[in-house]
């Protein structure tokens, strides 16, 4: 199972946006704090990153931004760290007997790309083929966001909602395609603001069988 660029040259994907592997590299300590001590170890630290900078914090407008930062990195944008916020995704039986192609197409998501803690946001697209059971639409869509909640390099982002599906679904028939703006490279570096990043991932019969490879892409119709 690999993945594939689908659209490689819409990115220069250099050495700064590979990632190094589908794990996101986390240390075995990282959950024995708990999330209110990081949220005061972290405002700590951004408030001297500020300080540094040179901003003046007693400015009513700036006072609060060191607990906002923290706040929002620990409990909301990179809440997806935390294997305790995982969705729990219930199966229910395929009763209707739908073993055709379920696709779920423009599930919006923002990450932040791990290089450099800016946006990676735009769209996902997801189908697999049921063996029997089927998951809720809206469990997809969660399992999108937990993942993206985390810092991210798209590649990986796409290869572990893949891999959750198969875990989740029992089929390795999964497909996922996300195509993202990334702010490093809209709002800084070449400043292009118009490339996206397409990547891909193909598994069991997406990967294997063209027909519903294509039958799935005809149904996203990438072309804006
Ligand atoms: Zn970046």
Redesign the pocket.
């Known amino acids: 199972m690999g993945i594939d660029i689908a659209r490689a040259s819409f990115e220069e994907i250099g050495e700064?946006?590979v990632g190094t592997s589908f794990e996101t590299p986390l240390r075995e300590d990282a959950f024995e704090m708990d999330d209110d001590l990081k949220v005061e170890l972290i405002e700590k630290h951004f408030r001297e990153i500020m300080n540094i900078m040179g901003l003046d914090l007693t400015d009513d407008s700036l006072k609060g931004t060191p607990h906002r930062v923290a706040k929002m990195y620990v409990k909301e944008v990179f809440s997806g760290l935390n294997p305790k916020n995982k969705p729990a995704a219930k199966l229910f039986e395929n009763k209707y007997k739908y073993n055709e192609m379920l696709v779920e197409k423009d599930i919006t998501f923002h990450s932040h790309?791990?290089?450099?803690f800016?946006p990676?946001y735009g769209k996902a697209h997801v189908a697999y083929i049921s063996n029997g059971s089927v998951i809720g639409l809206s469990k997809i869509n969660r399992i999108v966001q937990y993942f993206s909640k985390r810092p991210q390099v798209q590649e990986r982002l796409t290869m572990q909602i893949g891999n959750e599906l198969i875990e989740v679904l029992g089929t390795q028939d999964v497909a996922v395609i996300m195509d993202a703006y990334?702010?490093?490279?809209s709002s800084r570096g070449v400043n292009d603001t118009n490339s996206s990043t397409v990547t891909s991932f193909f598994s069991g019969k997406f990967k294997h069988d063209e027909q519903s490879r294509n039958e799935f892409l005809k149904y996203i119709a990438l072309e804006k």
Do not use: D, G, K, T
């Open positions: 700064e946006h790309c791990e290089h450099h800016v990676i990334h702010m490093c490279v």
